[in-house]
């Protein structure tokens, strides 16, 4: 077998768990739509921003929320292949451990698009008028956090025997991401110890470039929330590559 076909090989498979498992993607979606029509709902009737209503306002954080979930907890299926001797099997295949990372990432990635997709869909509801710039920028966006977050997953998951264990670590993850992200408040104003935070999450700067794609309302350059996203990725890239290595 070749590095190329294993690399397919591996993402084929994630994608054929991905949508067999329909119970899987409607549940994924329930939460951030629960999110905007009853939190942006609620809360929108008696917060203004600027004119913009604040489910639209909010709409793109929740995008990345939905991306958020997906991807880190893809590193829970790397769990659950130990336990029944499927990873084992997949780590003695004459593969690089670079390419059989690779196949496992970009197959969680994916996944994670299809699903952040889906979300855009539910845009048209709230009635953004999407444009191919602001739908191409935000799927360079979507790209590269998934691509970060869903190797953060692995690494996680590939250091970890236990699903418990799993789940202590990533709920320690997710939810400080997604709260200190702005995903629900304009950054701009925030008390310092806030902002601090705020600046120091990753995922501050993925919702502030598809804010700024969909809706035009970013805090800062597209390209410099961009360019940070990029580093956060790269760095989540190699580390994972890296802990593959590792296993034994």
């Given at each position: 077998m070749g590095e190329l076909e294993g690399f397919y090989a591996l993402w084929y498979r994630e994608i054929k768990v991905f949508t067999r498992e329909k119970s899987r993607t409607v549940s994924s979606l329930i939460t951030p739509l629960l999110w905007i029509t009853v939190f942006g709902g609620g809360l929108g009737s008696a917060v203004s921003l600027g004119g913009v209503n604040y489910q639209v306002y909010i709409f793109p954080g929740i995008v990345t929320m939905t991306?958020?979930?997906?991807?880190?907890?893809?590193?829970?299926?790397?769990?659950?292949?130990?336990?029944?001797?499927?990873?084992?099997?997949?780590?003695?295949?004459?593969?690089?451990?670079?390419?059989?990372?690779?196949?496992?990432?970009?197959?969680?990635?994916?996944?994670?698009?299809?699903?952040?997709?889906?979300?855009?869909?539910?845009?048209?509801?709230?009635?953004?008028?999407?444009?191919?710039?602001?739908?191409?920028?935000?799927?360079?966006?979507?790209?590269?956090?998934?691509?970060?977050?869903?190797?953060?997953?692995?690494?996680?998951?590939?250091?970890?025997?236990?699903?418990?264990?799993?789940?202590?670590?990533?709920?320690?993850?997710?939810?400080?991401m997604f709260f200190f992200s702005g995903a629900l408040f304009p950054i701009n104003n925030l008390p310092s110890y806030l902002l601090i935070f705020t600046m120091l999450d990753p995922v501050t700067y993925a919702v502030d470039g598809l804010r700024g794609a969909l809706l035009g309302a970013s805090q800062l350059p597209i390209l410099l929330d961009l360019m940070i996203l990029l580093g956060f990725a790269a760095v989540m890239v190699a580390v994972g590559t890296w802990t593959f290595r590792r296993i034994k």
């Open positions: 991306i958020l979930f997906t991807s880190v907890f893809f590193g829970l299926y790397i769990v659950w292949d130990k336990k029944i001797d499927f990873f084992k099997e997949v780590l003695v295949a004459p593969l690089s451990r670079t390419t059989i990372f690779a196949g496992k990432m970009i197959g969680g990635t994916v996944d994670a698009l299809m699903q952040g997709c889906a979300m855009l869909a539910f845009g048209l509801v709230l009635g953004i008028a999407y444009n191919l710039v602001g739908l191409v920028t935000s799927f360079v966006f979507m790209f590269v956090l998934a691509s970060a977050l869903v190797s953060l997953g692995l690494i996680i998951g590939g250091n970890m025997e236990s699903v418990e264990g799993f789940q202590l670590i990533t709920s320690f993850l997710i939810f400080p």
